[in-house]
């Protein structure tokens, strides 16, 4: 059975950072794309950022561009989110996906799922 495991959210002042961590237990013998998505409240689950196995292809949410830098360790099937200049509007509950055979935001394309880590960012 595949668990990740998010932590690193937290409460944090506009134009903090915070760096979010994801470590996959079980049998994920090839973890494909990791990423990450965020449901703020009363919104939708949006994606925010993949990365692939080989780390050679990324994406990004546009308004995320130039804050956030996703990264991994495959030895540690883990995956990593750091977050800079941090705005009220990134206020959300972040989640760690995993097991997307391609590089994807859509979210129907992965398989796992962490239980989520709440990020506050406060003005």
């Known amino acids: 059975q595949v668990q990740l495991v998010e932590s690193g959210g937290g409460l944090v002042q506009a134009g903090g950072s915070l760096r979010l961590s994801c470590a996959a237990s079980?049998?994920?013998?090839?973890?494909?794309?990791m990423g990450w998505f965020r449901r703020a409240p009363g919104k939708e689950r949006e994606f925010v950022a993949v990365?692939?196995?080989?780390?050679?292809?990324?994406h990004y949410l546009d308004s995320v561009k130039g804050r956030f830098i996703i990264s991994r360790d495959n030895a540690k099937n883990s995956v990593y989110l750091q977050m800079n200049s941090l705005k009220p509007e990134d206020t959300a509950v972040y989640y760690c996906?995993?097991?997307?055979?391609?590089?994807?935001?859509?979210?129907?394309?992965?398989?796992?799922w962490g239980q989520g880590t709440q990020v506050t960012v406060s003005s």
């Open positions: 996906a995993a097991g997307a055979q391609y590089t994807s935001w859509s979210s129907s394309d992965y398989r796992y």
């Open positions: 079980g049998r994920l013998f090839r973890s494909h794309a």
């Open positions: 990365m692939s196995e080989s780390g050679d292809i990324t």
